[in-house]
């Protein structure tokens, strides 16, 4: 089908397929801005996704990125790193025994993702919602060192999953969520 293609999201690299809004076609290595159930991110398309239909995207393919765009990433970037020295001077400071491994902003400035290896604690709940309120995002973290091991299965975390785990996490990948919801600014 026209404008199916295999897109790279996200700090972890996931691949999915995107339907382009217009039907545009986009060459490999064209870096894009795609609507995902996170929110808006920025991909790489990998190959056109041919022999597949519209109703198994995952997400659409929205446009190309323009200068404007990078100007706005490089914002999100410095945001991104300072978030994750402070989330690491915190840690410290706290002693909470966690390894950040990374920290994920994406496009829309809507979401800002912390990534941990090992057990999320009531203490990191705390944590990044702290965060959230100092940089004015919508936070979540997931604890993936298993996942990258092992994996639950197709569909993990999500309503069709084999494994049973649901929207919650499974034993397996154990999503937990710390939200603060961005407040809109007084008119």
Known sequence: MLGLHYV?????????????AGAECYARGTRVVCRTPRGLEVGEVLSAAEGRT?????????????????????????????????????????????????VEHLFDGQSLYFYFLGETTPELDALTAELAEVYEAQVQFRKFTETLLAGCGPGCGTDEAENGCASGGCSTCAVACAVSKRQPAPS
């Open 8 to 20: 790279r999201v996200g700090a972890l690299a996931t691949v999915g397929c995107f339907q382009s």
């Open 54 to 102: 519209s109703d198994a995207a995952d997400g659409t393919l929205l446009r190309r990125i323009t200068a404007q765009d990078d100007l706005l990433l490089a914002r999100l970037e410095r945001n991104r790193e300072a978030a994750y020295r402070a989330c690491e001077e915190r840690l410290i400071e706290r002693g909470i025994d966690a390894t950040l491994v990374d």
